[in-house]
């Protein structure tokens, strides 16, 4: 499991790292490591460092001061580096490092350039981008390297011109092939509209980490944890004791919600799915082990249930949400599920609530729930209606967040763009309840469910157009991890 935090935590770390530090041990750190990345792409891409050209987009906090010390040694190697000075309060003593190693200020861009370095402003900066620096940065469309492609680009600590707590991109900002980062990562580095701007992000080991001692922001689950968490069969395991899925989902109007949900639902690790609804008869057509009901109070025990895709909202779906939120068990909450919600009819069901509730919000149905759309803050969005609903919620996107009511919050680092279809959002929430009834805890059915049905995207757009039957389709666990 990686983590990000917030700025004010890593101002904190720094502060208690310097004290122990001769001066300026922290930034030739993080200058060594920034340089040894950008000899890399160049050695990759050109094949050598020496005759390449540089150019260093330098603002005037220690981020360009980190750029300026870094151009330094690439200078050192051979390469040609030139800095734009965007303010008139550049680094004093790696400006001066810069111009001894053979590095030369440049008001204008040179006419080719094989790499760009953005250090224009770092973890410290507020707002969008000033007029000088956002001119800068449109500049960088038209440069071109010695092979006629753009030159790659490579962000210091994080792309200029984005929210660094939030991940928002509030103007203009800097698109990077590569982002190297200090010490830990930063939430705009995983999260919201920032995140795709980061390219690939290197992190460089400056000593940080034992000076971390506040909570994350954020959590990013890998394929080990995802792994460790799943449940798997045993020799002794019976369909039952696996657990039972209950999925209530579907209409008349909407048969094909109920079949996508169960197709999720027996993608998981539970042993038995039950689907209760007008759709019975094109469940079983199509998922012969599947027992069916036509209500929810006719289905038999189950473990979880999964509620809400394609249900309507006329009296009959009303009735399907009550008894679903009567069960003492745990229950995920989807679309129209959702939608019912939003009057305020069934709060008194969800306060009686002893067993965990997830419910899983695109951006508008998170918006009718919580009164306010989640853009700027997405992160912060979520765990307010977590502790509100005291429920863990999932807020699809294209970095998925789930925020657990106490406070802690995950982003899932699978997925593809091409998920955004009618129909994939009923296929996770089938997979969601399938873990819940397997006994899951909520907050990592909710990080599973995404992670599986991220690389389940990723699978069907390989293959071809996305469809929630295809993702349905693409589902597999994940690998068991190795034993010890």
């Known amino acids: ?36 990345r950008c000899a890399q792409l160049l050695t990759t891409r050109y094949g050598r460092v020496y005759g390449t050209r540089i150019l260093l987009l330098v603002g005037s906090g220690d981020n360009g001061g980190d750029a300026l010390y870094a151009g330094a040694r690439l200078a050192r190697r051979g390469a040609e580096v ?8 550049a680094h004093a003593r790696g400006l001066a490092a810069l111009r001894r190693a053979g590095g030369r200020v440049t008001p204008a861009l040179p006419p080719r350039v094989d790499l760009v370095v953005d250090g224009i402003v770092g973890i410290g900066a507020t707002g969008g981008l000033r007029a000088a620096a956002a001119e800068g940065v449109a500049a960088l469309l038209g440069l071109r ?6 030159p ?20 203009v900002a800097v698109r990077a092939d590569v982002t190297v980062t200090f010490g830990c990562l930063k939430p705009a580095l995983v999260l919201g509209p920032a995140a795709p701007l980061a390219g690939v992000v290197d992190l460089v080991d400056i000593g940080l980490t034992p000076y971390l001692t506040t909570a994350p922001a954020v959590e990013i689950p890998d394929l080990a944890d995802i792994s460790a968490w799943w449940p798997r069969p045993t020799p002794e395991s019976t369909k039952y004791s696996r657990g039972v899925v209950g999925v209530a989902t579907g209409s008349s109007g909407f048969p094909g919600a109920a079949l996508l949900s169960v197709a999720g639902a027996e993608a998981g690790p539970a042993g038995m799915v039950r689907s209760a609804g007008p759709a019975a008869h094109e469940v079983v057509t199509a998922h012969p082990s599947v027992i069916v009901s036509a209500t929810v109070g006719q289905a038999g025990r189950v473990q979880a249930w999964a509620c809400g895709s394609g249900l309507g909202q006329d009296e009959a779906a009303r009735a399907t949400l009550r008894a679903v939120l009567a069960a003492p068990v745990p229950v995920v909450l989807d679309a129209d599920a959702l939608n019912l919600l939003v009057d305020g009819a069934f709060a008194d069901a969800l306060r009686r609530r002893d067993a965990p509730l997830v419910v899983t919000p695109h951006d508008r149905e998170f918006a009718r729930l ?14 307010r209606l977590a502790a509100r609903m005291n429920a863990t919620v999932l807020l699809k996107g294209y970095r998925t967040i789930v925020a657990a009511p106490d406070g802690r919050a995950w982003v899932n680092p699978t997925g593809t763009p091409e998920l955004a279809t009618g129909g994939t959002g009923d296929v996770l929430t089938g997979l969601l309840g399938s873990l819940l009834a397997a006994g899951v805890p909520p907050e990592r059915a909710a990080v599973a469910a995404a992670y599986v049905h991220g690389l389940a ?13 295809a993702v349905a389709a693409a589902l597999r666990p994940p690998p068991p991890p190795p034993s010890e």
């Open 1 to 36: 499991m990686r983590a990000a935090w917030r700025v004010a935590d890593v101002r904190a770390a720094e502060a208690a790292l310097m004290a122990r530090l001769p001066e300026g041990t922290l930034m030739q750190r993080a200058a060594a490591g920034l340089a040894r």
């Open 82 to 89: 030139h800095a734009r000075l965007l303010s008139d309060r």
């Open 145 to 150: 390297a010695r092979d006629g492609a753009p």
């Open 152 to 171: 790659p680009v490579v962000a210091v600590d994080v792309p200029s011109g984005v929210a660094v707590d939030t991940g928002d991109v509030p103007g």
């Open 370 to 383: 919580a009164g306010r759309h989640p853009e700027p803050d997405r992160l912060e969005a979520a765990l």
């Open 457 to 469: 995207g990723r699978a069907a757009a390989e293959a071809g157009p996305v469809t929630a039957a």
